[in-house]
């Protein structure tokens, strides 16, 4: 079986060729291509993945290549991992927001709009050769903003192109393990978009544990989204939100923690990748050792503004361990291939999953998997809160789809202006006004 990874030079690929090389059961994956443009960074991660199969006898083979439609062709799954502009467009992305007082995370706010706006056109370009290179491929969709991005790619491959994000798979299993449950036994009632939903209920042979876990505050103050909201909060809601709801529920804070703080993430991973890949330049460096230090400080510092503000302290052991996406993607890939049927939260065209959003919407729900792909399951009605934000947002995403379809700078500043976390037509004209100066891939958009 044959998988393809764009974004082949990215620095968590590691990450997917490691779950592989852990897969030996029949039907696995025996080859896999790494496609990017930048050859430099082919040719670093190809030495992490080299280090990662040595004395592995039947290790997926590796090939590298720049070219796209040699990448695509013959490819049973694959992978995307784009990151249009790279670090320095995220870092760009954040600065411009934070300078106009408003949220520059990459997927949530106003730079997640403007990193949509920059991916969603190349997104749909390579939908489009996908669906003519490789029409009987799945597409397994990392790049964000995920939901996003797999609702953009929907419209050329159908329900042939998935999104996945760890995040709820985090969030599910920390629950599960609180609650002294097997995190594998367990079926999480989550509901949402990707980086928006809430964990609703977790049942255990028939029985919802939730409300036992609400009803103790020692418990929920003992894992990382108990102390990162607080038990108050939780109580309120009577669900577990998703980490980035952090974002929404203490925006004013976050948003004057990152002013404060030295650099942004994306500068701070900006300087971090190019130093790995200056050493990986050089003869003899180890490749999958610097790789993990790189790797162990880029997971210690995730979200570290959100914990200060939170009080919630240092990162804990078990949130740093591996089993993330790319556990997420292997058990899909398994799933499809071998029909080997199993429940797993996914981005997945809506169906009638929620009732507040139409049938093509993506949505961030448990699915089945099976042969036939991931099927949305039953899962209980979104309070009004939660509807509140779901229908603001998909909102959101449909306007940076129109412009990215059609050009329309109306609709940009549209998206912008109807984010919860931008509210203003005033700051939407100007972030998106900024956001063509330093984005010449936004050039696109008319002044109409």
């Not at 700078?409 to 700051?427: E, G, K, M, Y």
Request: charged residues 25%; aromatic residues 6%; negative net charge.
């Amino acid at each position: 079986m044959k998988l393809t990874i764009l974004g082949g030079g990215g620095f968590r690929v590691p990450l997917v060729y490691g779950a592989l090389l852990g897969d030996h059961a029949e039907g696995r994956v025996s080859r896999v291509t790494l496609y990017d443009a930048d050859a430099d960074r082919l040719t670093a991660i190809a030495r992490v993945l080299a280090e990662q199969a040595r004395d592995i006898a039947d290790a997926p083979a590796v090939v590298a290549t720049t070219e796209l439609d040699e990448a695509l062709r013959g490819a049973d799954f694959v992978f995307s991992a784009i990151r249009v502009g790279g670090l320095a467009g995220r870092a760009a992305d954040e600065r411009v927001a934070l300078d106009e007082g408003v949220l520059g995370q990459e997927t949530v706010g106003a730079g997640g709009i403007a990193y949509g706006l920059r991916t969603v056109p190349v997104a749909l370009d390579l939908a489009r050769r996908i669906a003519r290179t490789a029409p009987q491929a799945w597409v397994i969709n990392f790049t964000n903003p995920a939901g996003l991005v797999t609702e953009a790619m929907s419209r050329h491959l159908g329900d042939r192109v998935i999104g996945i994000c760890d995040s709820p798979v985090g969030l599910a299993r920390r629950v599960a393990r609180v609650l002294g449950a097997n995190p594998d036994r367990a079926w999480t009632d989550y509901a949402g978009l990707n980086h928006l939903g809430w964990v609703q209920g977790l049942y255990v042979d028939g029985r919802d544990e939730l409300p036992r876990l609400l009803a103790d505050p020692a418990l929920l103050a003992s894992f990382e989204e108990g102390r990162l909201f607080g038990t108050e909060l939780l109580r309120s809601l009577g669900a577990i939100p998703n980490e980035y709801l952090h974002y929404y529920y203490a925006n004013r804070e976050a948003v004057r923690a990152y002013q404060e703080a030295e650099q942004t993430r994306g500068a701070f991973l900006r300087v971090q990748q190019e130093d790995f890949y200056a050493r990986m330049r050089r003869p003899g460096t180890p490749a999958r050792a610097a790789w993990d230090r790189t790797r162990a400080e880029r997971e210690a510092t995730y979200m570290a503004e959100n914990r200060e503000v939170a009080g919630a302290g240092e990162r804990e052991e078990s949130d740093l361990e591996s089993g993330g996406y790319e556990q997420v993607a292997l058990a899909l890939m398994r799933a499809v291939a071998r029909n080997e049927r199993t429940s797993l939260i996914l981005n997945v065209r809506n169906r009638t999953t929620l009732s507040v959003l139409d049938a093509d919407a993506v949505v961030e729900v448990p699915c089945l998997v099976d042969a036939n792909g991931a099927h949305p399951v039953t899962v209980s009605p979104l309070p009004y809160h939660a509807v509140g934000l779901v229908t603001a947002v998909k909102a959101v995403e449909r306007a940076v789809l129109e412009a990215a379809g059609s050009g329309s700078r109306a609709a940009a500043v549209q998206a912008f202006a109807l984010h919860p976390l931008v509210d203003s037509t005033t700051v939407a004209r100007r972030l998106l006004d900024r956001y063509t100066e330093v984005h010449p891939g936004l050039a696109y958009l008319d002044r109409g």
